[in-house]
């Protein structure tokens, strides 16, 4: 089946700094990747929409120059957390579809746990 | 907007039991999917079971069936001989064209299974 991998699985980091999350398609194309958070006992809610060279869209609320969305080939996204702070702190998970209709399947990464000191 | 709402934060069964965990979802659209998820500990989510909005007939899958009642926008997911690995929070979800091809979640609900 199809295998989406991110990276790192967990990350700690210093408040002011900044992370990168890497959201890898490793066996198909993914036109199009999501970022989602999830607090603890919480849904996952989305935070924006990438779609290979293009702009990504972020969903309202969600600050585009915080999260930094990249999305440069059809099988890496990443995610920059810049100027980190302990509200960051976080489970990020991305999921791929091998194309941009409703009906395309889904597939989703393991996950990367954020904690920010 | 879509919403999808799951009223049962937490639910219980015991092994080998039935349990129907229940979702209702709103909707101005015909054509779209529905799914379930369940994330364990790990939090890998994993596609439980999904349904065709044009599809009558309910999908199932080995153990796990889903009752979808179009007109009355529900899809709740019943899960026969529960087992432990079973334990999860299962989330409800919602795709269509028009919101862009991303998944809608509702709430989620966390399952117990007692041996």
């Known amino acids: 089946g199809a295998v989406v991998s991110q990276h790192p699985s967990w990350v700690i980091c210093k408040s002011g700094t900044s992370v990168k999350i890497e959201c890898r398609s490793l066996d198909f194309q993914a036109t199009t990747m999501f970022w989602y958070r999830q607090f603890p006992k919480q849904s996952l809610m989305l935070m924006a929409t990438?779609?290979?060279?293009?702009?990504?869209?972020?969903e309202q609320g969600v600050e585009k120059d915080k999260f930094l969305i990249n999305h440069a080939s059809l099988t890496l996204s990443t995610l920059t957390v810049t100027s980190a702070h302990p509200e960051d702190s976080s489970f990020y998970i991305c999921?791929?579809?091998?194309?941009?209709?409703?009906?395309?399947?889904?597939?989703f990464g393991n996950g990367t746990r954020l904690t920010v000191t | 907007a879509q919403t999808v709402t799951q009223s049962q934060p937490e639910m219980s069964v015991q092994e080998a039991e039935t349990v129907t965990l229940s979702c209702t979802y709103d909707?101005?659209?015909?054509?779209?999917?529905l799914f379930w998820y369940k994330q364990p500990p790990s939090r890998q989510m994993i596609l439980v079971i999904r349904?065709?909005?044009?599809?009558?007939q309910n999908a199932t899958e080995n153990r796990f069936s889903v009752n979808f009642q179009k007109a009355a926008k529900s899809f709740s997911l019943k899960i026969s001989d529960s087992q432990l690995g079973d334990a999860a929070m299962y989330f409800c979800?919602?795709?269509?064209?028009?919101?862009?091809?991303?998944?809608?979640f509702g709430e989620g609900t966390q399952l117990t299974v007692n041996p």
């Open positions: 979800a919602y795709r269509s064209a028009s919101s862009g091809s991303r998944l809608t």
């Open positions: 990438s779609n290979e060279g293009s702009k990504a869209t972020y």
């Open positions: 999921s791929a579809s091998k194309g941009s209709s409703y009906n395309s399947p889904l597939h």
């Open positions: 909707t101005s659209e015909s054509d779209y999917y």
């Open positions: 349904q065709e909005a044009y599809k009558q």
